[in-house]
Structures are given as structure tokens and as C-alpha cells.
């Protein structure tokens, strides 16, 4: 377990997040009764704990928002980003200010914590998924577009509602490949760097506009982008999916659980997510997990729908594919309906317009054996695993290359807000 500083949320917890209810399911309740009888401990976290979780709701990045009010806002301050962005760091910007001396000094220092062949453990095993992950970040995120606190600022930035949708998808898609390169997180001016602090700047961005706007409710919601939510979207990129996966064959193993646990912390903290408490173990990532879900009141309304249909929507074939284009968006599109039916709730799922996922549910099901054999003698043999990787990194910038149709991440919040 990691426990760090001192909150600064004062104890506050948002209306919208509902505490004390483990177990909304049923036998849900037994199973904690059961736990907490023979272990001491529940299905959600120890009190310590979920006060950290709590408090994660209210703070944010205040390395980034001070660097971005004293020095991006200004003229030439995204000029000089783009050039300590490089090899050279922060010095190669003459009289850098002093709050950018601050934010990269914060973002260059390696934490005591940091094992960096755990961290290359996760990046491979994120090679190894290939485009796996994608569908099964995209398709589990869904079911966290049901509380407002998430998909309030998604849908007045836009990114991700309506026609958007796609185009930030594979903005998203090009950061998860270009952080998990092998290497990526600790060579200095890297894409997988670079990507991570523009996101953590566009965060920033985002975050003052939702935060300004009459539909933010700080006292319901906490602040918007808080380090708690961007916490549940590193578990959504590692044991989320590892354990999502395990169905169709990706036998990821207890310890690369734990790699990716470490992976996603690290890449966290170049983020500017600093938790009180992350989750070292499988198990606590489970109870968070289960916290959270208890913990929804399941009031995004319309925006949070619009957010949820506009996904699968996104990979329909576009107007004017003809042959064998069309056919292979139609293809992407049904198998990418049957990932969302796999990993969203049916309440969920009936509760929105979602396309139908037969037959394709079948595809990943029938694929699964073969994946699974795969990935037995990839644990098995050394060398099969790398040549698993490899082909797995191979096929995940072809598929891009394909999809993403010539469009290049920028990651920037400089347009205002949908309304």
C-alpha cells in the first residue's frame, strides 16, 4: 500500500459520490460480510483509504496550473513548451520562468518509488495486447460515462461526443502507443514524454473552462479532471483490462498485473496524477475498483448518453466507402459493438441506442482459444513472448495508420466550449 502527504480536499466528500453501499449487486452485500469476517477487510477499501479517494476529488495539478497561468497564456509561452519539450529539457529554453523551471523540474525527477524494469514490464505487456487495448479501454470506459462528474467536462469539451468522437479516440490511441514504447517513459524528448505533459497541459485547459462554467457543481462533483477520476483511468489501463481480457483468451499474469499497476503509476505521476493512495496489489485495485462502482449516483443524463452512443458510432463506415474499405469499416464497427455489449452492464446498455453485436460478439469468442494458446507458450518460452510483442506493436500502428486516416494528435484545448 502507498499512502502519501496530507490531503487537500478538507474532508469534503462530493454529494454525487455515494459512500458506505458495498456491494449493489446481489450477494453483494454477503460476499462483504463474508470478507470482512475472515479478513478484516471488505470488498472496498480500508476507511484510510477511501478518505485518500475522497480527497483525490477535490485537488488537481497545481505544478501545471501555475505554469499554465504564468507562462502558456502568455505570448510565446507555447513556443517555449514546444522547445523544453526536446532532448535538451527545460534548458534549452534561455530564461525559462520560473513557474516552467517548477513543472519540469517536478516532471524530470524519477520518484525514489520508480522501478524502471517494472515500468518496461508493464509498457510490454500493453505491446503484447496490440489493438486489444483499445477496445477494451474504449469499451470499458463507458460504463464511467453514466456519472456527471466524468462526462460533464467530456461533453462541454467535446472531444468525445458526436462527430468528435472518432477523432479524439485515435488521439487517445496515438498517446497509449507512444507511451508504451519500449523506453518511451524514461528518454528524455520522447514522443511518449512529450505526449504526457501536452495531455497534462490540455488537462489543465480543460479543467478551468468546466470548472468556470453554470453546469459545474464543485460541492456535487469535486473539481473537474480530478486526480481521483484520472487515478480510475490508470486502473482503466491496467488491471481493468487484464482481468476484462482474461475472457478472451490474454492470460495476463498476477505479476504483469502488478507491472502494469507500476506502469500506469509512473506515467500517472508524469501526468501530475499524485494520489494520497494508489493501489500496489491486484486485490486494492479490485476494492477501488468496486468503490467507485458502488459509488455511482448515475447522473450524466442526456450528455453522458450522448457519450456512450457516440463510441461505437464512431467506427461505422464512413459516407462514400465503397468495396473492400466499406467492408472492413462495417467489420471494425460490428466487432467493436460486441466488445462495448462484452464490457458495459445491461442496464447500461439498455438504458442507450447501442448497435446490435451479433453476429460479431462471436469473433473475439471464437478467436479466444487460439489467443489463449498463444499467450500459454509466451509465459512458457522467453522468446515467444517478445516475438508476441513485437507483433503485437506491429499491428497496433498499422491499424492506426489505417484508421486514424492521416489525422495527427495535437493535443491542445485552444477552442472554447461546446456551449
Known amino acids: 500500500m502507498t499512502m502519501s502527504g496530507a490531503g487537500d480536499g478538507g474532508g469534503r466528500v462530493p454529494a454525487a459520490f455515494l459512500l458506505g453501499?458495498?456491494?449493489?449487486?446481489?450477494?453483494?452485500?454477503?460476499?462483504?460480510?463474508?470478507?470482512?469476517?475472515?479478513?478484516?477487510?471488505?470488498?472496498?477499501?480500508?476507511?484510510?483509504?477511501?478518505?485518500?479517494?475522497?480527497?483525490?476529488?477535490?485537488?488537481?495539478?497545481?505544478?501545471?496550473?501555475?505554469f499554465a497561468d504564468e507562462v502558456l497564456d502568455r505570448p510565446g509561452g507555447r513556443a517555449m513548451l514546444d522547445a523544453a519539450l526536446g532532448p535538451g529539457g527545460v534548458a534549452a529554453v534561455p530564461d525559462a520562468p520560473e513557474a516552467m523551471r517548477a513543472l519540469f523540474a517536478g516532471f524530470e525527477r524519477t520518484p525514489d518509488w520508480v522501478r524502471p524494469e517494472l515500468v518496461e514490464r508493464g509498457a510490454a505487456v500493453w505491446r503484447r495486447w496490440g489493438t486489444m487495448l483499445f477496445a477494451v479501454a474504449g469499451s470499458t470506459t463507458l460504463e464511467m460515462y453514466t456519472e456527471a462528474a466524468v462526462a460533464t467536462p467530456l461533453s462541454l469539451?467535446?472531444?468525445?461526443?458526436?462527430?468528435?468522437?472518432?477523432?479524439?479516440?485515435?488521439?487517445?490511441?496515438?498517446?497509449w502507443i507512444d507511451v508504451s514504447e519500449p523506453g518511451a517513459l524514461f528518454t528524455p524528448g520522447s514522443a511518449g514524454r512529450s505526449t504526457a505533459l501536452r495531455v497534462r497541459v490540455m488537462h489543465v485547459a480543460v479543467r478551468r473552462r468546466v470548472a468556470g462554467h453554470p453546469e459545474w457543481d464543485e460541492d456535487r462533483w469535486g473539481v473537474p479532471i480530478s486526480r481521483t477520476w484520472q487515478m480510475m483511468t490508470l486502473l482503466g489501463g491496467?488491471?481493468?483490462?487484464?482481468?476484462?481480457?482474461?475472457?478472451?483468451?490474454?492470460?495476463?499474469?498476477?505479476?504483469?498485473?502488478?507491472?502494469?499497476?507500476?506502469?500506469?503509476?509512473?506515467?500517472?505521476?508524469?501526468?501530475?496524477?499524485?494520489?494520497?493512495?494508489?493501489?500496489?496489489?491486484?486485490?486494492?485495485?479490485?476494492?477501488?475498483?468496486?468503490?467507485?462502482?458502488?459509488?455511482?449516483?448515475?447522473?450524466?443524463?442526456?450528455?453522458?448518453?450522448?457519450?456512450?452512443?457516440?463510441?461505437?458510432?464512431?467506427?461505422?463506415?464512413?459516407?462514400?466507402?465503397?468495396?473492400?474499405?466499406?467492408?472492413?469499416?462495417?467489420?471494425?464497427?460490428?466487432?467493436?459493438a460486441g466488445y462495448a455489449w462484452l464490457w458495459t452492464a445491461r442496464r447500461t446498455w439498455r438504458a442507450h441506442r447501442m448497435p446490435s453485436p451479433l453476429p460479431w460478439i462471436a469473433v473475439p469468442?471464437?478467436?479466444?482459444?487460439?489467443?489463449?494458446?498463444?499467450?500459454?507458450?509466451?509465459?512458457?518460452?522467453?522468446?515467444?513472448?517478445?516475438?508476441?510483442?513485437?507483433?503485437?506493436?506491429?499491428?497496433?500502428?498499422?491499424?492506426?495508420?489505417?484508421?486514424?486516416?492521416?489525422?495527427?494528435?495535437?493535443?491542445?484545448?485552444?477552442?472554447?466550449?461546446?456551449?
Open 157 to 175: 469539451a467535446g472531444g468525445y461526443a458526436g462527430d468528435n468522437a472518432r477523432r479524439r479516440f485515435f488521439e487517445t490511441v496515438r498517446f
Open 21 to 66: 453501499r458495498p456491494g449493489r449487486w446481489p450477494g453483494g452485500r454477503t460476499v462483504d460480510r463474508a470478507l470482512r469476517a475472515c479478513t478484516g477487510t471488505g470488498l472496498h477499501p480500508a476507511a484510510d483509504q477511501v478518505h485518500a479517494v475522497t480527497d483525490g476529488l477535490f485537488p488537481a495539478d497545481p505544478l501545471a496550473e501555475r
Open 238 to 336: 491496467s488491471v481493468a483490462p487484464a482481468l476484462a481480457l482474461w475472457p478472451l483468451g490474454h492470460l495476463t499474469s498476477p505479476a504483469e498485473m502488478r507491472a502494469l499497476l507500476h506502469f500506469q503509476r509512473y506515467l500517472g505521476h508524469l501526468l501530475g496524477v499524485e494520489p494520497r493512495w494508489y493501489p500496489e496489489t491486484v486485490a486494492d485495485a479490485v476494492r477501488l475498483l468496486l468503490l467507485v462502482l458502488d459509488a455511482r449516483s448515475r447522473d450524466s443524463g442526456a450528455h453522458g448518453a450522448e457519450l456512450i452512443e457516440s463510441f461505437p458510432a464512431g467506427f461505422a463506415p464512413a459516407p462514400g466507402r465503397t468495396g473492400a474499405d466499406r467492408l472492413r469499416g462495417v467489420y471494425t464497427h460490428g466487432v467493436h
Open 365 to 419: 469468442l471464437l478467436r479466444a482459444p487460439f489467443v489463449a494458446a498463444a499467450e500459454l507458450a509466451g509465459h512458457l518460452l522467453p522468446p515467444v513472448r517478445r516475438a508476441l510483442e513485437r507483433r503485437g506493436a506491429r499491428h497496433r500502428e498499422r491499424w492506426y495508420a489505417r484508421y486514424a486516416r492521416g489525422h495527427v494528435a495535437a493535443y491542445e484545448a485552444t477552442s472554447g466550449l461546446r456551449r
